[in-house]
């Protein structure tokens, strides 16, 4: 019994001299940070954790400071553990997709930051939209959340965005981004704070101030809420740091072109097929430059509905636009299903074809419809003019 307790000291001893201690911790370490990290790509309205109280919008805050040798930031920067874990992550398992967006942005970037500019905020605020969206205007979360800015209907109606069958503005990239810089501008009022402002963005105010109440502080990093928002602003200040230095973080991005159009104004419910054959343009193209349009159709009931068309097209636009006669223009309609009816009877009786309502509505089988669908036909066209 004596030597093999003896034994059992010698190898244990041998095990300690070797570091095979400090390997084991060394994994579960990695084991544990694994566990805590949160599937990203789901794209959802993510969440995040946040640093120091803030001073004024522009004013540094708290955390590590950025040499001049490095890039500047006019938001709030820190760098600690958690945000630390977020770059590890965006240069690992998320690198792929973390590099899709860096591309993506250069089509928004420019004109975001501009905007923030123009509403006296930080410009850097323009990359929240990474870690919201991905710079996808057709983003969507289980909670309803849409568009490049992630805005719920009821926060978007209330700034001034309209949400309907139609259009839905917060898949506008430039009409969102106002919304959210005039949103972010209110919550700063509110918390006199970056970190804790983000964090109400993604959580709402009411929460940030109930956590703020609970915990008698206005370190944002302590504050007990929601997974999702305690890993918000980390995330931001990730993607932040990655997206103005990329080379020093292994990417090597190729940013898409930034978005030039130009506006028109359209009187009345017009095929989008006709204003792309009117600019020489593509439909995808018009659809691109309008993600706020749900239908392949500009919405009825406006006098004069801009619309983005490429850069430089506006004059050429104008002279065919003009071309088509007064009862070549297409009027459109919603047509609600009735109990029997079917494509060949809605197409007789609004005189197109079951092709062209087909389209329209994304319709793979012209004998599948039912009862209560909305469909949006046009009347009184069947062919469209080309130029």
Sequence with gaps: MVRKKVLILVVLAAFLSSGCIDYIKKDLLEWEEREEESIWPDIEKMGGSSPEKSPAPN??????????????YDIPLQINGKVEKFIRHYRGPDKKWFAKVLNRSGRYIPGMREVFREKGLPQDLAYLAAIESGYSPYCSSKAGAVG??????GTARHYGMTVGWWIDERRDPWKATAAAADYLKDL??????WPLALAAYNAGDARVRKALKKSRTGDFWSLQLPRETREFVPRYMASLTIAKNPGKYGFSPVYDPQ?????????????LRIIADACQSSLKEIKGLNPALKRWVTPPGYSSFPLRIPYGSKEQFRINFSKIPRDKKITWQRHRVKRGETLWGISRKYKTTIQVIMELNFLKRSSYIREGWNLIVP???????SF
């Design 259 to 271: 978005e030039r159009s130009e506006e028109v104004l359209i009187k009345e419910a017009t095929d």
């Design 188 to 193: 700063y009022e509110i918390f006199d704070s």
């Design 379 to 385: 009347v009184g066209v069947r062919t469209y003019p």
């Design 148 to 153: 490049v800015w992630q805005f719920i209907r």
């Design 59 to 72: 004013a540094p805050e708290g955390g590590s400071p950025i040499s001049p040798s490095e890039p500047q």
